[in-house]
C-alpha cells in the first residue's frame, strides 16, 4: 500500500517510528521557515512538520501546497515540542517529521470549507460535492457509526440462530401503504414491477417456509413526501419469528436496543426496563403515539368543565362529540402576544380550529385558591368565570406564573394539535435532556380505523396484524374497537421500529381483508401467495422492521437522516450528485413501451 499507518492512528508510542502516510492536506501554515501542515485521512489528522536543515526538497515542495491536495510522505514520528501539543486530537502529542513529500494529485479550491471550525455550507452545496462533504470529520463519523451499528445488529442476530436471508427488490405491486416506485417491464410490454416498501410478505413466507428466524439489513422504497427522517430509500433491519408471540419480539428488541445504546452511545443514559404504553394512553397523554418521554407536560383531558361552561366554544365542541383538553407550559405567563398568537397559527396548522390559552399571573408561591378576575389573562377572559379557571388549572396541575393550553374539538384534531404544542413547548423550554435516551413501547393499536372520506376500514399498521385473542369475536360486532397484536418502539419521540404478531389461519387474515373492502377476487390477486400458504401449516409468527438511519440518527445525535447516509436526496427527492431524477431517451422509452404524456 501508499501508506504504513493511517493518519489518525499515531500516538505518543510511535515516537522514533519511521512512517510512510498518504491523505489529504487539511489545512497549511508557514511559520518563518518551518512549514506545517495537518494531514487528514479517513482514520483522523495528524501535524506534519517541514524543516529546511532535515530536508530541503520536501520543504521546498512544501511551500506550493494548498487545501484537499493528495500526498504522500514518509516521516519519522516525534513528540511535540512543550506547549504546542493539540488536545483536541486524539494524534495531538506528536508530529511526523517529513523527509520526502510526494504530491499524488493537486486539487483546486474546494467550493465550501471542509474544516469544522467553519461555517456550514448551504446544503444543497453539499449534497451537489458530497464527495467532498464525505471528508468531513462528522460525516466520516456518522458513517463509522452506522457500520458499528449494522455489524452489531448483524452479530446479535447471529449469535441467537436468526440468518440473514436477502428478499428480491423487483416484486410485484400492492394497495396497501405509500406509494409504490414502479419499474417497467421490458419483456412483458405494459406490466410493471414495484420497489419494495418492505418485504413484508416475503418475509412471513420464509418463516411458513420453515426459516424460524429471518433477518436482513434490507432496502426500500417509498413515494412518499419528505420530512427529516425520511427518505426515498432507506435501509431497515428486517425480522421475523415463527413460533412467537408479543412478549418474545419485544423481548428481543429490547435486549437488542439496549446493547446497542450501551454500546454505540455509553455517554448517554436510559430507563430500563423499556416502559410499555398502550396506545390510548399515549394518545390521552401525549397527543401521540411516538411521544417524548423526557419531559412532562402531559396532557389532561377538561370535557367535563367544557360541558358545564357557558363558553360557547367549549360547548359547542362537547356536544357535537368532541373533547377539551389541555396542558400548562410552566413559568410561561409572561409570554408576549406575538408568541402566543404564533402559538395559536402552530395549533392552527395541526388541524385545530383554534388554541385558547389563559395566563395565570402571581406568585408560584401563591396558592390558586384565592385567584381572581385579575389573576389571569386570557381572550377568552369574559366568557369563562374565575371558579372555571380555577377548576381548569387545578385539572392541569398548574401554578401562577403557568400558561395554560386549552383546544377544543374532533379528537384527532384536538391531540394533533395538543400533541405538536407539547413538543414545540418542550424545546422551546429546552425540557428534553439531550444525554437520555427514552425508549418506550407503543402496545394494543387499534387493528382498524374508519375512513369517513372513503366509507371503509382501514389498517393504521399493515393488514396483516392479527387482532389480540380476547377481542376475537368483536370482529363482527364492534370492528373499531378490535385490538391488535401490534408494537412500536419510540425513542426521543421518534418511531423507530413497528412491528406484530400475523395472522397465522387463512379465514382470519381473509376476515380482515374484507373488512378492509377487498373481495375475494381482489385478495387472490394481490394476496394470494400469502393466503395460499397459511393453508399449509402456517406457524403462529411475528415480527419487526427498525430504520437504520433513524437509530443512527439517535445514536448519533443529529438531526437529519441525510447527515447519516452516504448519498441521500433532498426534501424534494432529488439527487443533487447525479442530477436524477431525470429525462430518458426516446429509444429506451420505446424499449419498455412507454411513452411520456404532458400533465
Same mark, same amino acid.
Given at each position: 500500500?501508499?501508506?504504513?499507518?493511517?493518519?489518525?492512528?499515531?500516538?505518543? #508510542?510511535? #515516537?522514533?517510528?519511521?512512517?510512510?502516510?498518504?491523505?489529504?492536506?487539511?489545512?497549511?501554515?508557514?511559520?518563518?521557515? =518551518?512549514?506545517?501542515i495537518?494531514?487528514?485521512?479517513?482514520?483522523? /489528522?495528524?501535524?506534519?512538520?517541514?524543516?529546511?536543515?532535515?530536508?530541503?526538497?520536501?520543504?521546498?515542495?512544501?511551500?506550493?501546497? $494548498?487545501?484537499?491536495?493528495? =500526498?504522500?510522505?514518509?516521516?519519522?514520528?516525534?513528540?511535540?515540542?512543550?506547549?504546542?501539543?493539540?488536545?483536541?486530537?486524539?494524534?495531538?502529542?506528536?508530529?511526523?517529521?517529513?523527509?520526502?513529500?510526494?504530491?499524488?494529485?493537486?486539487?483546486?479550491?474546494?467550493?465550501? +470549507? *471542509?474544516?469544522?471550525?467553519?461555517?456550514?455550507?448551504?446544503?444543497?452545496v453539499?449534497?451537489?460535492? $458530497?464527495? =467532498?462533504?464525505?471528508?468531513?470529520?462528522?460525516?466520516?463519523?456518522?458513517?463509522?457509526?452506522?457500520?458499528?451499528?449494522?455489524?452489531?445488529?448483524?452479530?446479535?442476530?447471529?449469535?441467537?440462530?436468526?440468518?440473514?436471508?436477502?428478499?428480491?427488490?423487483?416484486?410485484?405491486?400492492?394497495?396497501?401503504g405509500?406509494?409504490?416506485?414502479l419499474?417497467?417491464?421490458?419483456?412483458?410490454?405494459?406490466?410493471?414491477?414495484?420497489?419494495p416498501?418492505?418485504? !413484508?410478505?416475503?418475509?412471513?413466507?420464509?418463516v411458513?417456509?420453515?426459516?424460524?428466524?429471518?433477518?436482513?439489513?434490507?432496502?426500500?422504497f417509498?413515494?412518499?413526501?419528505?420530512?427529516?427522517?425520511?427518505?426515498?430509500?432507506?435501509?431497515? *433491519?428486517?425480522?421475523?419469528?415463527?413460533?412467537?408471540?408479543?412478549?418474545?419480539?419485544?423481548?428481543?428488541?429490547?435486549?437488542?436496543?439496549?446493547?446497542?445504546?450501551?454500546?454505540?452511545?455509553?455517554?448517554?443514559?436510559?430507563?430500563k426496563?423499556?416502559?410499555?404504553?398502550?396506545?390510548?394512553?399515549?394518545?390521552?397523554?401525549?397527543?401521540?403515539?411516538?411521544?417524548?418521554?423526557?419531559?412532562?407536560?402531559?396532557?389532561?383531558?377538561?370535557?367535563? /368543565?367544557?360541558?358545564?361552561?357557558?363558553? !360557547?366554544v367549549?360547548?359547542?365542541?362537547?356536544?357535537?362529540?368532541?373533547?377539551?383538553?389541555? *396542558?400548562?407550559?410552566?413559568?410561561?405567563?409572561?409570554?408576549?402576544?406575538? !408568541?402566543?398568537?404564533?402559538?395559536?397559527? %402552530?395549533?392552527?396548522?395541526?388541524?385545530?380550529?383554534?388554541?385558547?390559552y389563559?395566563?395565570?399571573?402571581?406568585?408560584?408561591?401563591?396558592?390558586?385558591?384565592?385567584?381572581?378576575?385579575?389573576?389571569?389573562? +386570557?381572550?377568552?377572559?369574559?366568557?369563562?368565570t374565575?371558579?372555571?379557571?380555577?377548576?381548569?388549572?387545578?385539572?392541569?396541575?398548574?401554578?401562577?406564573?403557568?400558561?395554560?393550553?386549552?383546544?377544543?374539538?374532533?379528537?384527532?384534531?384536538v391531540?394533533?394539535?395538543?400533541?405538536?404544542?407539547?413538543?414545540?413547548?418542550?424545546?422551546?423550554l429546552?425540557?428534553?435532556?439531550?444525554?437520555?435516551?427514552?425508549?418506550?413501547?407503543?402496545?394494543?393499536?387499534?387493528?382498524?380505523?374508519?375512513?369517513?372520506?372513503?366509507?371503509?376500514?382501514?389498517?393504521?399498521?399493515?393488514?396483516?396484524?392479527?387482532?389480540?385473542?380476547d377481542?376475537?369475536?368483536l370482529?363482527?360486532?364492534?370492528?373499531? +374497537?378490535?385490538?391488535?397484536?401490534?408494537?412500536?418502539?419510540?425513542?426521543?419521540g421518534?418511531? /423507530?421500529?413497528?412491528? +406484530?404478531?400475523r395472522?397465522?389461519?387463512?379465514?382470519?387474515?381473509?376476515?380482515?381483508?374484507?373488512?378492509?373492502?377487498?373481495?375475494?377476487?381482489?385478495?387472490?390477486?394481490? %394476496?394470494?401467495?400469502?393466503?395460499?400458504?397459511?393453508?399449509?401449516?402456517?406457524?403462529?409468527?411475528?415480527?419487526?422492521?427498525?430504520?437504520?438511519?433513524?437509530?443512527?440518527?439517535?445514536?448519533?445525535?443529529?438531526d437529519?437522516?441525510?447527515?447519516?447516509?452516504?448519498?441521500?436526496?433532498?426534501?424534494?427527492?432529488?439527487?443533487?450528485?447525479?442530477?436524477?431524477?431525470?429525462?430518458?431517451? #426516446?429509444? !429506451?422509452?420505446?424499449?419498455?413501451?412507454?411513452?411520456?404524456?404532458? #400533465?
Amino acid at each position: 500500500m501508499l501508506k504504513s499507518v493511517s493518519c489518525g492512528a499515531l500516538r505518543i #508510542e510511535d #515516537e522514533g517510528r519511521e512512517v510512510t502516510l498518504a491523505g489529504w492536506v487539511h489545512r497549511r501554515r508557514d511559520h518563518g521557515g =518551518l512549514v506545517f501542515i495537518d494531514l487528514r485521512d479517513w482514520r483522523g /489528522i495528524v501535524q506534519v512538520v517541514f524543516n529546511p536543515e532535515f530536508a530541503p526538497e520536501a520543504h521546498d515542495a512544501a511551500q506550493s501546497l $494548498r487545501s484537499e491536495w493528495v =500526498l504522500r510522505v514518509r516521516g519519522t514520528v516525534g513528540q511535540r515540542p512543550p506547549g504546542t501539543a493539540n488536545p483536541n486530537i486524539p494524534t495531538g502529542d506528536v508530529e511526523v517529521v517529513a523527509a520526502t513529500l510526494e504530491v499524488l494529485n493537486p486539487s483546486i479550491t474546494p467550493p465550501f +470549507s *471542509l474544516e469544522e471550525e467553519a461555517a456550514e455550507a448551504d446544503e444543497l452545496v453539499r449534497l451537489r460535492y $458530497r464527495y =467532498l462533504d464525505l471528508r468531513r470529520a462528522a460525516i466520516r463519523d456518522n458513517l463509522f457509526l452506522r457500520h458499528r451499528v449494522v455489524k452489531y445488529i448483524r452479530d446479535f442476530l447471529s449469535e441467537r440462530e436468526f440468518i440473514e436471508v436477502e428478499t428480491p427488490i423487483l416484486t410485484k405491486s400492492t394497495p396497501e401503504g405509500a406509494r409504490d416506485y414502479l419499474v417497467p417491464s421490458r419483456i412483458h410490454p405494459g406490466q410493471f414491477y414495484a420497489l419494495p416498501q418492505s418485504p !413484508q410478505q416475503m418475509k412471513q413466507l420464509l418463516v411458513m417456509g420453515g426459516v424460524e428466524r429471518y433477518f436482513q439489513i434490507a432496502r426500500c422504497f417509498r413515494d412518499e413526501d419528505l420530512r427529516a427522517d425520511r427518505q426515498p430509500e432507506f435501509t431497515q *433491519l428486517d425480522l421475523e419469528m415463527g413460533f412467537v408471540d408479543e412478549s418474545d419480539v419485544l423481548e428481543l428488541i429490547e435486549q437488542l436496543f439496549t446493547g446497542l445504546a450501551e454500546t454505540m452511545a455509553p455517554d448517554k443514559r436510559m430507563v430500563k426496563p423499556f416502559p410499555r404504553l398502550a396506545y390510548a394512553d399515549a394518545m390521552a397523554r401525549y397527543g401521540s403515539d411516538r411521544p417524548d418521554l423526557r419531559f412532562g407536560l402531559e396532557l389532561s383531558d377538561l370535557s367535563d /368543565i367544557a360541558a358545564e361552561s357557558e363558553f !360557547q366554544v367549549f360547548k359547542r365542541a362537547i356536544e357535537s362529540g368532541g373533547v377539551a383538553k389541555g *396542558l400548562a407550559a410552566p413559568g410561561c405567563a409572561s409570554l408576549p402576544r406575538r !408568541q402566543l398568537d404564533a402559538l395559536t397559527d %402552530f395549533a392552527r396548522e395541526r388541524g385545530a380550529a383554534g388554541l385558547v390559552y389563559v395566563a395565570l399571573d402571581g406568585d408560584p408561591d401563591r396558592p390558586l385558591d384565592d385567584l381572581t378576575e385579575d389573576d389571569y389573562r +386570557s381572550p377568552a377572559a369574559r366568557f369563562l368565570t374565575t371558579d372555571e379557571v380555577k377548576r381548569l388549572a387545578a385539572r392541569l396541575d398548574a401554578s401562577r406564573g403557568d400558561l395554560l393550553l386549552i383546544v377544543a374539538g374532533p379528537r384527532e384534531s384536538v391531540d394533533n394539535a395538543l400533541g405538536g404544542l407539547r413538543v414545540e413547548m418542550g424545546r422551546r423550554l429546552e425540557l428534553a435532556d439531550p444525554d437520555l435516551l427514552s425508549f418506550c413501547f407503543i402496545v394494543d393499536f387499534p387493528l382498524l380505523e374508519w375512513r369517513p372520506e372513503e366509507n371503509r376500514w382501514d389498517s393504521p399498521h399493515n393488514p396483516f396484524s392479527a387482532p389480540k385473542d380476547d377481542h376475537l369475536p368483536l370482529l363482527e360486532s364492534d370492528p373499531g +374497537s378490535v385490538l391488535a397484536k401490534q408494537y412500536d418502539l419510540v425513542c426521543n419521540g421518534m418511531e /423507530i421500529a413497528g412491528g +406484530s404478531v400475523r395472522n397465522h389461519r387463512r379465514e382470519m387474515q381473509e376476515r380482515v381483508f374484507e373488512l378492509l373492502g377487498h373481495s375475494r377476487e381482489a385478495m387472490q390477486e394481490q %394476496f394470494g401467495q400469502i393466503l395460499d400458504a397459511l393453508e399449509y401449516g402456517a406457524p403462529p409468527h411475528g415480527g419487526i422492521a427498525s430504520g437504520i438511519d433513524r437509530v443512527v440518527m439517535l445514536l448519533g445525535g443529529v438531526d437529519s437522516i441525510r447527515e447519516v447516509m452516504a448519498f441521500p436526496k433532498t426534501q424534494s427527492a432529488v439527487d443533487q450528485l447525479f442530477g436524477a431524477p431525470s429525462p430518458v431517451s #426516446e429509444q !429506451q422509452l420505446r424499449d419498455l413501451h412507454i411513452r411520456v404524456v404532458g #400533465e
